[in-house]
Structure formats: C-alpha cells, structure tokens
C-alpha cells in the first residue's frame, strides 16, 4: 500500500507540523491555512482519504457550490472543535454527518488514532462495496446463463415434438423471439444431396401482402450462392402478427445461416426490432439452437421428400 493522503483545513503551522510527525511516513499531510479552499485541481491531483476541519472552517466549507463542493461533501471529515466552542458548533457537526468530533484538548497522538481508525473502517468499506459488485455481478452472470440454458432446453424441446417442417418452424420461431427482438421471420431449407428439388421456402407474410414478393426475392437472393432457385416450393405459416406486415427493405434485415457439418443447408431472414448486442452466452446458444433446428428439418425434409410422411400443401406457383 502506497502513501496515504491526509488533508487538514485551518491548522496552524505548529500544529499541522507536529501532526505530521506524528502520522509518519505511511501519511502524506497537506495543510490548508484558514480561509483557502482546495481548488478542482487539487482535489483530483491530492486525491485524499480524509479530511481533518476545524469549526470555523466546516462553514464556509459545506456552503460551497461548484465540483469542488462536490468532492469536499463526500470526503470523510473529522470535526476538531476549538477551545470555547458552543452546543450549536457540536450540533452543525452532527448535522454534517462528519465521521468523527473531537472536543479540546486534542493531541496529535489522538488525532493520529482516529485518523488511523476511520481510514480503516473507509479501506473496509471500499472492500465490502467491491465484494458487493463483483458478487452482484457473478450473479448477473448466472442469470444470464440460466437464460440461455431455459431457452435452449425449451427450443429443442418444442421442435422435436413435430415431424412437420412447418410446425417444427412455428415453434422455433415462437421460441427465437422470446430471446431475441424479431419480427417477420422467414426461411428457406433444402437437402444439400438433393439440391433445389428440395428447396423449401416457409413465409409469415402472407401471398395477399404487398411485401410477400419482397421476402420471396431476399430469401432467394440469400440462397442463390448456395443452392440453385429453379424449383422452389412455398409454404406459408401463420405468424399471429396483428400489426402491418413490412418487407424487409424497411428495417434492419437479419441473415442467420443453417448449416450441417459446415455445409449450408438453409437460412433464416428476420427484422430486427432494435440492436442486437449479444454475449458469448447468448450467441453460443443461438448458434447450438440453429444447428439443431437444421438437424431436425432436414430429417424432417428427407422423410417428407421419401414419402413417409406428408407436409403442408405448398401455396400455388406464383412466384416471379
């Protein structure tokens, strides 16, 4: 531990010096005469861990005004009371809430106890406060993650209960905007030994709104470099969205990719509702969510696509 600072305001010379000897080398004591208020500057420089006021100095001190003041009020004080002081002066001190009253006769050897004593108990203090945050933030941390392990639980619990893309869809798109502020999800999904003969496009905006084409064209665009677009089924789901349906030209469009084993295999577009900033516990759980929403589709897809079971009718060809 470095050398601590120690103000006092309105000490004589004599007095300040004898303290100063007193408090040793461990304290590093700055005087300020009577009628001299530390500057802004001098605060920041100083840096003090307590000040020692005398009573005719406590007054002009706590009517400051300006950042000065600010720092000065927050400083733990210790009131030395002067010879002849009045009740009223004891009753201002208590009214400040200054740590500590000495009444005359004082000495240095007391004033370096309670000098000693109250740096402690604000060193103590500074301890607790930084315990405090760091368990408050460990505790942060553990909600969050709890979080994330709820929605990842919940997502591969839902989806799995369907054999039907659309339904498995429906689900992990109730669950996705549970964690995140989405709107307007849309996906495109295919078998990637089967190429666009597979290719699958599942959209919320509905064929009679003006921006169905638009999702349409966006999804296509985010396939094409991955999948030809010359045969494409769609599909439309029910998103349960009451507000006006928007394309994605108006709002901030969200691409996240579906992939198995690093070969592209589908795509999500949705809108984002405000910034996304996630932590790396929420982006591992979306990431392990996708890929398992890519694994289920796609066994979805080949069982629909050998004809063991039957998906949703595709809406009729209409698409530019």
């Known amino acids: 531990m470095g050398t601590l600072s120690v103000?006092?305001?309105?000490?004589?010379?004599?007095?300040?010096?004898?303290?100063?000897?007193?408090?040793?080398?461990?304290?590093?004591?700055?005087?300020?005469?009577?009628?001299?208020?530390?500057?802004?500057?001098?605060?920041?420089?100083?840096?003090?861990?307590?000040?020692?006021v005398r009573t005719a100095q406590l007054r002009p001190l706590l009517s400051m005004r300006g950042q000065p003041a600010s720092f000065l009020r927050c400083l733990?004080?210790?009131?030395?009371?002067?010879?002849?002081?009045?009740?009223?002066?004891l009753e201002f001190g208590l009214d400040a809430g200054v740590q500590e009253i000495i009444r005359p006769p004082c000495s240095p050897a007391r004033l370096r106890e309670k000098v000693v004593r109250i740096i402690e108990m604000e060193e103590i203090q500074e301890d607790v406060l930084r315990m405090v945050q760091e368990i408050s933030l460990e505790r942060e941390l553990l909600e969050r993650k709890s979080r994330?392990?709820?929605?990842?639980?919940?997502?591969?619990?839902?989806?799995?209960?369907?054999?039907?893309?659309?339904?498995?869809?429906?689900?992990?798109?109730?669950?996705?905007?549970?964690?995140?502020?989405?709107?307007?999800?849309?996906?495109?999904?295919?078998d990637p030994d089967q190429g666009s003969r597979s290719l699958r496009f599942y959209l919320t905006a509905h064929p009679r709104e003006k921006s169905f084409q638009a999702w349409v064209a966006a999804l296509k665009k985010s396939v094409r470099p991955l999948c030809p677009c010359s045969d494409i089924a769609v599909f439309h789901l029910e998103e349960g969205c009451r507000?006006?349906?928007?394309?994605p030209e108006e709002g901030r469009l969200l691409s996240l990719p579906l992939s198995l084993h690093g070969v592209p295999c589908g795509v999500v577009l949705a809108l984002e509702e405000s910034a996304l900033l996630l932590g790396r516990d929420e982006s591992m759980s979306i990431n392990a969510a996708l890929r398992h929403l890519a694994l289920i589709l796609q066994n979805s897809l080949r069982r629909e696509l050998g004809g063991e079971v039957r998906g949703m009718k595709p809406l009729p060809r209409a698409l530019p």
């Open 7 to 52: 103000w006092t305001l309105g000490l004589t010379e004599e007095w300040a010096a004898a303290l100063r000897e007193t408090l040793g080398k461990k304290f590093h004591l700055t005087n300020w005469p009577e009628g001299i208020i530390p500057s802004l500057e001098a605060c920041e420089q100083g840096q003090p861990k307590l000040m020692l």
């Open 76 to 89: 733990p004080k210790v009131l030395l009371l002067d010879e002849g002081y009045v009740q009223s002066d």
């Open 148 to 190: 994330n392990l709820d929605f990842l639980v919940s997502f591969l619990t839902y989806i799995q209960d369907s054999s039907d893309p659309g339904e498995i869809l429906r689900q992990a798109f109730l669950k996705l905007q549970a964690l995140l502020p989405l709107r307007h999800p849309q996906v495109a999904v295919w």
């Open 243 to 247: 507000s006006r349906f928007i394309g």
